[in-house]
């Protein structure tokens, strides 16, 4: 698939079908995700692949609570626009076939760099090459509300931050363009009140 396609056709998938994704497959977009840049080439990343029923399961229920934490502390309630489909995720997350846990090691980040530009790159490589392969992908944080009882769940040690959960599987929706602002609207040239308009 051209690459611009790719991009252009890439939408957050939330609602996934249980089939499984084979491990030749995951294999393939963690190499891709793996190839993105990164500060002083540290490769601070690791991913954890979750496919154990029980553990999704569990793991769903601390998304509940992370949901609700994060929603609490913000102060502000889930846009009416996604609602139903962060609703579906919410309540199906254990039923997508792999949840990806992306962390960072913050000792191999420098302190100049704020840690999610160490994996945010190689998390669009991830989903990029899994809407390339007709997987779909949806980026969510909510779980970083109650990130301790996440750490525990998995054992994931100190001085590892968990900045991503990646559900992957087969897309119940159709891929397409994603509503989203025109570039002229959101982009300046040399000055902050300098737009342009396209040719």
Same mark, same amino acid.
């Given at each position: 698939?051209? #690459? ?6 890439q939408?957050a ?15 393939? +977009?963690?190499?891709?995700?793996i ?11 690791n991913f954890?692949?979750?496919?154990? !029923?029980?553990? &999704?399961? %569990? ?13 609490? %502390?913000?102060?502000?309630a889930v846009? $009416?626009?996604?609602?139903?489909s ?8 254990? $039923?997508?076939p ?8 913050? $000792?191999d980040?420098?302190?100049?760099? !704020?840690p ?21 992908? /949806?980026?969510? /944080?909510?779980h ?5 009882? #996440? &750490?525990?769940l998995?054992g +994931?040690?100190?001085?590892?931050? /968990?900045?991503?959960? +990646? ?6 929706? %159709?891929?397409g363009?994603?509503? %989203? ?7 300046y ?7 342009? !308009?396209?040719d």
């Amino acid at each position: 698939m051209d #690459v611009f396609e790719t991009m252009h056709t890439q939408k957050a998938m939330r609602r996934l079908k249980p089939d499984p994704v084979p491990d030749e497959l995951i294999w393939k +977009i963690l190499d891709a995700a793996i190839c993105a840049p990164n500060g002083s080439n540290m490769q601070p990343w690791n991913f954890l692949v979750v496919r154990d !029923p029980e553990l &999704k399961l %569990r793991l769903q229920e601390l998304y509940t609570q992370g949901i609700a934490t994060v929603t609490r %502390r913000s102060g502000r309630a889930v846009d $009416e626009s996604m609602g139903r489909s962060v609703g579906y995720l919410i309540q199906h997350l254990a $039923e997508a076939p792999v949840l990806i846990l992306a962390t960072v090691k913050l $000792e191999d980040v420098a302190s100049v760099t !704020p840690p999610g530009a160490c994996i945010y790159p190689a998390l669009q490589n991830l989903m990029l090459a899994a809407r390339a392969l007709g997987l779909g992908t /949806t980026l969510t /944080t909510a779980h970083r509300g109650v990130e301790d009882k #996440v &750490k525990a769940l998995f054992g +994931i040690p100190e001085g590892i931050e /968990t900045m991503a959960l +990646i559900p992957l599987g087969w897309p119940l929706g %159709r891929f397409g363009p994603p509503p %989203r602002r025109p570039a002229a609207e959101v982009a300046y040239w040399d000055d902050w009140e300098r737009t342009r !308009p396209r040719d």
